[in-house]
């Protein structure tokens, strides 16, 4: 059994395959997990295959930045929040410009940090059970990994306005139904819906299917680059501030109680905020 936080698998059909390998922390984003998925979607973008399948392992595809290796540090807070968010943006970067088509998988919770990751996929899948939310400004903290970019893109400004600002929840359905993933699928056909949606476009027309994509996508990137540098700015600031330690702080207690007040799975959060 893998003891990384992330792994690559190479299928025989060109089918590159990424996946969050840390089901028991909710494949949560510390710096080890961030790092890992900065140096893997590196070594993935030198060599994609014909597509690139995003899947993570357990019940939840992410559920955002890990709380309890955040909280506690005072005055380094704000530096380490940072150093995450920096690797993670650089795997979102690499994920959103790879020049083959990009699937990804949701299955439970997509969350923080995990809905950026998500919506970096070209065609995305989500189980319709699983569960988006955004969750930053519940513990005093503002988006990362380009969702206050990406979202008002797929679901207009409006409800991405009521997504970041209310933390509501949205179902797998609720996803397809506004625009936020491509199709919602019975929960027991996701992982085989995603790999053939994968292995069909790595077996298309690979010339034409990656210049499609340069066109789709055009120039944005050098936004998405931009954006990402001023949500890693924002984050680490309000992460160095009271009132986010004190959220956070409060947040983890409360998992902590209501767990049985050994608090070992508190930085699941933060998409159990409520």
């Known amino acids: 059994m893998s003891t990384q936080p992330v792994r690559v698998v190479r299928h025989p059909d060109a089918v590159v395959e990424l ?14 997990t961030a790092e890992a998925l900065r140096d893997l979607t590196a070594e993935v973008a030198d060599d994609p ?13 992410c559920v955002g930045g890990d709380l309890r290796a955040f909280a506690g540090r005072g005055q380094d807070t704000g530096a380490y929040v940072h150093a995450v968010a ?6 979102v970067t690499a994920l959103y410009e790879l020049p083959v088509p990009v699937v ?13 990751l998500a919506l970096a996929g070209d065609i995305v899948l989500a189980a319709r059970s699983a569960r988006f939310r955004l969750a930053y400004t519940a513990v005093g903290l503002t988006p990362d990994c ?28 609720d996803a397809e139904r506004y625009g936020l993933v491509t199709r919602a699928v019975a929960d027991d056909e996701l992982d ?14 690979g010339e034409a299917l990656r210049a499609a994509k340069g066109l789709l996508h055009g120039d944005a990137a050098d936004g998405l680059r931009r954006r990402l540098a001023e949500e890693a700015r924002l984050i680490a600031d309000l992460a160095d501030g009271r009132q986010a330690q004190a959220r956070m702080a409060s947040f983890l207690a409360a998992r902590g109680r209501v767990e049985g007040g050994d608090g070992r799975t508190a930085s699941r959060a933060p998409e159990t905020v409520s």
């Open 86 to 91: 920096s690797a993670a943006h650089a795997a």
């Open 192 to 205: 085989a819906d995603a790999y053939r949606t994968a292995a069909e476009l790595a077996a298309g027309a």
């Open 146 to 173: 380009g969702a206050s970019w990406l979202l008002p893109r797929l679901v207009g400004p409006r409800l991405a306005a009521e997504l970041i600002l209310t933390n509501r929840v949205l179902s797998g359905t």
């Open 19 to 32: 996946r969050l390998d840390d089901p028991e922390r909710g494949n949560a984003l510390d710096l080890r």
């Open 104 to 116: 990804t998988a949701v299955r439970g919770a997509a969350a923080g940090g995990g809905i950026g």
């Open 49 to 61: 295959g014909g597509a690139v399948l995003l899947r993570a392992s357990g019940t939840a595809f």
